[in-house]
T-cell receptor
């Protein structure tokens, strides 16, 4: 099974600033996914990030607000840009074990003041 | 577009009781259905994965079933314990796509 780490684990940021979240996997994976979990809610998919191609964003999420990089098969970053208090959430990355279960990182808890 | 629904939203039971959590999905052409557990303030722990060709999976006191034709999955927890208290999430995906999550069932087991 894949082991996923995320940095930072939590952060408190001021509105208008940006935060970049890193996701590192201990094995090479083709597909990586970024999710958001707002307080008291379930997980919502932000985008799918495949190495060597542009990320695919879900309805309601745009690249200018959530730019994603996927430079290789073990790493991805998600940036939350021009933050507002509504961006306060847990952000999680996930990877696919082909034909098997999906694994999730421990999450990044973001609070925007 | 796939939609996943979980009922009930919350459930409280005394210790030792057997219980069933329900999950329904709108698109029966799923590839995998996965059950997760999430403790407050924590990440997701994968409990069981049922592939589309399977009917059920078991792990310890947990048993998950899948009925694609009716668009339903159930998670059965036997002899519940206070340590089972958590939010249980059901998620489904088609091949090569991301998991779509239900809103979860928050379980409380009292001693």
């Amino acid at each position: 099974s894949a082991v996923i780490s995320q940095k930072p684990s939590r952060d408190i940021c001021q509105r208008g600033t940006s935060l970049t979240i890193q996701c590192q996997v201990d094995s090479q994976v083709t597909m990586m996914f970024w999710y958001r979990q707002q307080p008291g809610q379930s997980l919502t998919l932000i985008a799918t990030a495949n190495q060597g191609s542009e990320a695919t964003y879900e309805s309601g999420f745009v690249i200018d607000k959530f730019p994603i990089s996927r430079p290789n098969l073990t790493f991805s970053t998600l940036t939350v840009s021009n933050m507002s208090p509504e961006d306060s959430s847990i952000y999680l990355c996930s990877v696919e074990d082909p034909g098997g279960p999906r694994f999730f990182g421990p999450g990044t808890r973001l609070t925007v003041l | 577009k796939q939609e996943v629904t979980q009922i009930p939203a919350a459930l409280s039971v005394p210790e030792g009781e057997n219980l069933v959590l329900n999950c329904s999905f709108t698109d029966s052409a799923i590839y995998n259905l996965q059950w997760f557990r999430q403790d407050p303030g924590k990440g997701l722990t994968s409990l069981l994965l049922i592939q589309s060709s399977q009917r059920e999976q078991t792990s310890g006191r947990l048993n998950a079933s899948l009925d694609k034709s009716s668009g339903r999955s159930t998670l059965y927890i036997a002899a519940s314990q206070p340590g089972d208290s958590a939010t249980y999430l059901c998620a489904a995906n088609q091949a090569g796509t991301a998991l779509i999550f239900g809103k979860g069932t928050t379980l409380s087991v009292s001693s």
